[in-house]
């Protein structure tokens, strides 16, 4: 209901609810194509950070597919951390999140790319 007065809104809350619509997005799945547990943690902690923030909506599937192919780069340690469910240390997100931060980075870099062209 708040986005319908989007011209009334404050830029904080305009931010809060673009970073809804990311999660949103993030969280629709393909029928029949569930995404595993681990990339399912991977994309929502790349979300929780706001590395999403700045991607265009219609462009969040393409930077989703990406960041999940970027995360076969992760140690081997903490890939296996994630698909056996268990917490990751600090250090082990903040290498995550260094790992995701320059996979949208570099898709950013790519002037006129659009995110999905470059993740497939």
Same mark, same amino acid.
């Given at each position: 209901?708040?986005? *319908?007065?989007?011209t009334r809104l404050d830029e904080k809350t305009r931010?809060?609810?673009a970073h809804g619509q990311r999660i949103r997005a993030c969280l629709k799945q393909l029928q029949y194509h569930p995404l595993a547990v681990a990339? %399912?943690?991977?994309?929502?902690?790349?979300?929780t950070a706001g590395l999403f923030? /700045?991607?265009? @909506?219609? !462009?969040v599937a393409g930077a989703e597919r990406a960041v999940i192919a970027a995360s076969t780069n992760l140690p081997r340690p903490?890939?296996? %951390? @994630? *698909?056996?469910g268990k917490l990751l240390g600090h250090e082990d997100r903040e290498i995550?999140? *260094?790992l995701m931060e320059q996979c949208l980075a570099g @898709? !950013? !870099? /790519?002037?006129?790319?659009n995110f999905g062209e470059l993740a497939t």
């Open positions: 209901m708040f986005s *319908r007065f989007g931010s809060v609810l990339e %399912q943690l991977i994309v929502l902690t790349a979300l923030d /700045n991607v265009a @909506l219609d !462009e903490i890939l296996e %951390q @994630l *698909r056996a995550m999140l *260094r @898709l !950013e !870099e /790519n002037h006129g790319a």
